[in-house]
């Protein structure tokens, strides 16, 4: 079964859950402070944001809060959207159920897009659809941002939490670098136990930031 489906379909509101936790010490967590500074300079630019891969909003939460903008999340769990937009009412972030291949948003819509640690759990086959997607809501010079798996060579794994799914890791930003349409901004680089660059090539983080080129040629 495509792993997007098995995320809607369950194992979306079950990794909420073995997550929910820790998701306030993540929402302050380093990635969203670097990237609210490496942004600040675009601020008064910046009026929307949308978040792929939210869980219950908690890091969008915090990026509006940075950027003073409104924000948009989509997430596959059902339980952490519910949780989330209970919590969210009125601030300006909304928060919908769905998945990164399919986005429910108008063409040019955003001035951010940030997929938050999800581009590892996409199906194969929904790849290009959700970079495809990523760049058609994304307004001509905008920002992109992911926060990803960073090794040092490209692989899968099993997910250990459901079988018959996999974790894929690689630089996802490469693939849009290289199409020559969005380029390198900045990146730094962590991982979940320390917020530095760590060594172990197969513990790293990175938060990359791109921009969109407004005429790449």
Not at 50 to 67: D, P
Request: charged share 25%; glycine share 10%; net charge negative.
């Amino acid at each position: 079964m495509n792993q997007s489906a098995i995320f809607l379909e369950g194992e979306g509101d079950n990794y909420f859950l073995r997550n929910k936790a820790a998701l306030e010490v993540r929402s302050s967590a380093s990635e969203i402070t670097w990237l609210g500074h490496a942004l600040s300079p675009f601020k008064s630019k910046v009026s929307s944001v949308l978040e792929i891969g939210c869980s219950n909003g908690a890091k969008l939460e915090q990026i509006c809060g940075l950027l003073d903008a409104k924000g948009q999340g989509i997430d596959p769990s059902q339980r952490a959207v519910d949780e989330g937009n209970g919590r969210l009412s009125g601030s300006g972030v909304e928060l919908h159920v769905g998945t990164a291949s399919r986005l429910p948003f108008d063409r040019g819509a955003f001035d951010v897009v940030y997929f938050g640690f999800c581009f590892y759990l996409l199906d194969r086959q929904d790849l290009f659809a959700a970079m495809a997607e990523a760049d058609r809501v994304l307004k001509s010079g905008g920002f992109l941002a992911i926060t990803d798996f960073d090794p040092i060579h490209r692989h899968k794994r099993p997910y250990h939490h459901k079988d018959g799914v996999f974790s894929f890791k690689q630089d996802y930003s490469r693939i849009f670098i290289e199409s020559g349409l969005y380029c390198l901004v900045s990146q730094n680089s962590f991982s979940h136990r320390q917020p530095f660059f760590d060594a172990d090539g197969n513990e790293r983080v990175s938060t990359t930031l791109l921009f969109k080129e407004v005429d790449a040629y």
